[in-house]
């Protein structure tokens, strides 16, 4: 397997919506930024379901001073790092095209301000093809922003739900606890 894609049975737990839920761990993208880095990790894909959810799937970096995972891993160097989104909204791009895997050079989570929020329901309000559903999303409170910026120094942001679940698998599918989050 090469950073360039996944494997396929990850694409197929992907597209059947097959994924290990039951080992997911609850936090939210600020909590788990204080706690790991995804500096040179890889942002392989993000999938996109109906009903405003989403996964995105990582490629992370395994530092030394990470913890030991629970069961221990075989290939300390990376893993595979699912963050599933329940509560997503968009996805923004920079200026300059993205193309995945995206080596990650920074990430930074922030909660939306009013009037943020207010900026994005009345954009909202001004297209015609808007769902009724998206008016609902945006008035839970708190919505969030992710941005993840490449080591080339491009970016794209991703507005989501404050709750989010990661699951962490290795090349052989085996799940593993990510320590210090909650285990829901």
């Known amino acids: ?8 049975w990850l694409g197929s737990m992907l597209l059947t919506g097959n994924l290990p839920w039951d080992d997911m761990a609850k936090s939210s993208m600020h909590e788990f930024l204080v706690l790991f880095t995804l500096h040179d990790s ?9 009903g405003h959810i989403a996964v995105a799937v990582m ?7 990470m913890p030991v995972f629970n069961p221990p891993m075989r290939d300390k160097s990376y893993a595979f790092l699912l963050i599933y989104f ?12 993205i193309t ?10 922030s909660i939306l301000t009013d009037e943020q929020r207010l900026a994005i329901l009345n954009a909202e309000l001004l297209d015609p093809f808007h769902e009724d559903s998206t008016f609902e999303f945006l008035l839970e409170p708190p919505l969030c922003r992710s941005t993840f910026i490449s080591v080339e120094n491009t970016r794209f942001d991703l507005t989501h739900g404050e709750s989010v679940y990661f699951v962490c698998l290795d090349d052989d599918k085996q799940t593993h606890s990510i320590p210090r989050l909650t285990r829901q």
């Not at 490629?59 to 001073?65: G, H």
């Not at 509560?87 to 095209?97: K, L, N, P, T, V």
């Not at 995945?100 to 989570?109: A, D, H, R, S, T």
Request: hydrophobic content about 35%; glycine content about 4%; proline content about 9%.
């Open 1 to 8: 397997m090469s950073l360039q894609n996944y494997p396929d």
């Open 42 to 50: 890889y942002f392989v894909t993000l999938h996109i379901a109906p």
């Open 59 to 65: 490629r992370w970096y395994m530092r030394l001073e």
């Open 86 to 97: 329940p509560s997503f909204y968009q996805i923004r791009m920079g200026q300059d095209a």
């Open 100 to 109: 995945f895997p995206y080596e990650i050079g920074e990430v930074k989570c």
